[in-house]
């Protein structure tokens, strides 16, 4: 039922103290997410309250995983502190790390990807939107809401997004959601160059999830992982996908935004992208506008 | 961030890496100075490089006729004029642009005396996270033609992050370039040297091109880094005081400057539709449908997750500084974003800035009703798009005329 988080995850969030940690926690709790802990050392034992809740702050994940029994985690901490953060949740046997922070030094990732090979933590980001299973109350509420994403967009129903952009993806879940098709599990990749999940990953999940039963994928330039789940997909999909490759338009060697979105030496274009999708049976939509109703046309 | 071939290499310097013996000058006597420090030195070959961050450099012409923006001197009166021809001149190059690049800076350098070019960089794979050494036999060209054309010659070792470059790699590049003996064992601290280089100061990727084997004044053999360019890592740049201070605001636009003072992610291009977005991905897909609508995009802009009045006036205020654009679009969905913030931002700006181009406005999200009816109720000339599609669309058509 849906991938990765279920309307029970109980989570944490680190640096729940912070401007943007709170701000988000709060919306979280809003939603209905079963939000059980923060960590910010030097805080535990103190209080995080918001409308009713009181979640309880430890100064270490490993303490909050001990006393609340907290299996995910949000990271909103600062980028110079955040891949130790990281690798804190990691150690303490999460299996979930969602690492909202952008503008985490590429050799910190770079370090902390290795450090959590074989690990039985999964982590997804950095510099993601974080993840959404919607839930079955009004506006989606009841959903396990992870990150930044505005829970409302949201419906629970079949459609699995896998995205490396942020207000791309509300877009293409808007869009479903309008026409009153839901999703299973909204997962937010991540915008940097290096990344602890890839779309492959992420499809891969929703390929052998019984609730999935169609996927969006969206892309942009830089790096070659669409490329690497269009032919994964071409060889052994069992669901229609359909995707938007964004940045067409982009300059060469230029960052747009994204760290990873950089075409380098002539790798990443868009072009390349669009082709690999084509070559997949990947539906390819023209505009962001035509997002859902391309995968629509394909079910 | 980018720097100069001369920065490039005071940094490989400080890592054990072998450069030609130079100096960045600013004015012609400091160019004077250097070109009598390297023929008294005893080289016979002096060469004078232009600093800008483009390539093609040696085939580039001024824009009052001077050729050449790497000239080599037989004398230190010869170094000298072509510094003189260079400092404050434009230098119009393949990557420049057809309005070239003010030389400010000019490296004067000992002209080595080269035998043999490769390629050497390290950059990150993104296929598994790792760094990457590239190497190859085939240097002084463009790598991506020999990527394209003889693949088989690019020697390819990743380095484990955790252990470092070790010695073996250094071996097992330099036998797969062919060297041998003495020269070999020098290269291979070399490339010890270039990866310390691309690890400690946080680099995105270092380049050299042409590494070369070259026969110094004493007839023995050596590498050296010929040529150097460096990318940082922009979000490694905090923990740099020192490579911060390296940036060259010439080299940048100024309208970019402006949009970075307010943490506005801006890169202007050359068409005629302002976009104003928020979220990159978003910014990206804007400037895309824009194109395929027919027309050209002015600028990428993502205002990001903020957008405070403030922002969205001095977005406003860059945009309408280009004087190539035509009309503008605005792109938001509003996920935590209120959509009537955006919307009472936007009246604010175009009073402010006394906007008189076409203006259209797509909100979508979070309070997008009371969005819409700011806009509709503001007095301003504001068309509204549906989708995406339509408001673009729209503008497109604005400029078509």
């Known amino acids: 039922m849906a991938i990765l988080v279920t309307p029970q995850t109980k989570l944490l969030v680190q640096g729940i103290t912070g401007e943007f940690g709170a701000r988000h926690a709060k919306l979280s709790l809003d ?10 050392p030097g805080k ?5 309250e918001h409308g009713g809740h009181k979640v309880p702050i430890f100064d270490t994940v490993a303490d909050a995983v001990k006393q609340t029994g907290a299996t995910a985690s949000a990271v909103f901490v600062p980028p ?16 979930l790390v969602v690492a909202i922070t952008e503008g985490i030094p590429v050799r910190d990732m770079i370090r902390a990807k290795q450090a959590m090979a074989g690990s039985k933590t999964r982590l997804i980001g950095p510099n993601c939107p974080g993840i959404v299973t919607p839930g079955e109350g009004k506006d989606s509420h009841g959903g396990c809401r992870i990150g930044i994403a505005p829970g409302y967009i949201h419906k629970k129903g079949n ?7 942020g207000t791309l993806t509300y877009e293409a879940v808007w869009q479903l959601t309008s026409r009153g098709v839901g999703q299973s599990t909204c997962v937010g990749i991540g915008g940097d160059p290096v990344n602890g999940t890839s779309h492959l990953d992420v499809i891969k999940l929703f390929m052998a999830d019984p609730e999935t039963k169609g996927i969006i994928m969206i892309g942009e330039i830089g790096g070659s992982a669409e490329e690497e789940a269009a032919d994964w997909i071409a060889k052994h999909g069992t669901k229609p996908v359909a995707g938007f490759i964004a940045g067409a338009t982009a300059p060469p060697g230029r960052r747009m935004g994204h760290a990873g979105a950089i075409v380098s030496g002539g790798k990443g274009t868009a072009e390349a992208k669009i082709s690999a999708f084509k070559a997949a ?4 939509a023209a505009t962001p506008s035509d997002m859902a109703d391309t995968l629509l046309k394909l079910m | 961030m980018n720097i100069h071939e001369y920065q490039a290499k005071q940094l490989l310097k400080q890592y054990g890496v072998a450069v030609p013996p130079g100096d960045a000058c600013k004015t012609v006597d400091e160019a004077k100075a250097a070109a009598d420090r390297i023929f008294a030195a005893g080289n016979k070959l002096a060469v004078v490089k232009s600093q800008i961050h483009a390539g093609g450099r040696g085939k580039g012409i001024f824009k009052d006729g001077f050729k050449g923006g790497v000239k080599l001197a037989k004398s ?8 003189k021809a260079m400092l404050g001149n434009t230098l119009v190059t393949k990557q420049t642009g057809p309005d070239g690049r003010v030389v400010s800076t000019v490296l004067v350098a000992a002209a080595e005396d080269i035998k043999k070019e490769f390629y050497l960089a390290v950059l990150l794979d993104r296929a598994n996270s790792r760094p990457l050494i590239m190497a190859s036999t085939e240097g002084g060209v463009d790598i991506e033609e020999v990527a394209e054309k003889t693949p088989e010659k690019i020697i390819k070792e990743h380095i484990d992050p955790a252990m470092g470059f070790q010695a073996w790699q250094g071996r097992k590049i330099a036998a ?22 691309w690890w400690e100061a946080d680099a995105s990727m270092v380049e050299i091109n042409p590494l070369c084997i070259c026969v110094g004044a004493d007839g023995k053999e050596k590498i050296v880094a010929v040529d150097a360019k460096i990318g940082l890592d922009d979000n490694a740049l905090y923990r740099h005081k020192d490579i911060q201070e390296m940036r060259d605001l010439a080299e940048e636009s100024p309208l970019e400057i402006e949009a970075s003072k307010f943490n506005l992610n801006y890169i202007k291009l050359d068409g005629s539709i302002a976009c104003l977005v928020n979220g990159a991905g978003l910014a990206m897909a804007t400037m895309d449908i824009i194109q395929h609508y027919g027309a050209s995009p002015a600028n990428f802009l993502d205002v990001g997750g903020g957008a405070s009045k403030d922002q969205v006036t001095a977005a406003f205020k860059i945009i309408l500084s280009d004087p190539s654009v035509k009309a503008i679009f605005v792109n938001i969905f509003g996920g935590i974003m209120d959509c009537n913030v955006i919307a009472t931002g936007i009246v604010a700006a175009v009073k402010e800035t006394g906007l008189t181009l076409p203006l259209v406005v797509r909100l979508e999200g979070n309070n997008v009703a009371a969005g819409k ?29």
């Open chain 1, 281 to 284: 049976g990947i539906g390819v």
């Open chain 1, 80 to 95: 110079p502190f955040a891949a130790d953060a990281i690798l804190e949740g990691a150690d303490a046997g999460l299996d």
């Open chain 1, 31 to 40: 939603y209905g997410t079963q939000l059980v802990a923060g960590v910010t």
């Open chain 2, 176 to 197: 797969a370039l062919g060297l041998k003996g003495e020269l070999a064992g020098q290269a291979a601290k070399l490339f010890a040297g270039v990866y310390k280089t």
């Open chain 1, 159 to 165: 459609i699995g997004v896998v995205s490396r952009s």
């Open chain 1, 44 to 48: 535990g034992g103190q209080f995080f």
């Open chain 2, 76 to 83: 230190a009166e010869e170094a000298t004029a072509h510094a």
């Open chain 2, 373 to 401: 009816k700011t806009l509709a109720e503001s007095g301003l000339t504001i068309i509204s798009g549906d989708s995406m599609a339509d408001a673009a669309q729209k503008v497109v058509k604005t400029v078509a005329k």
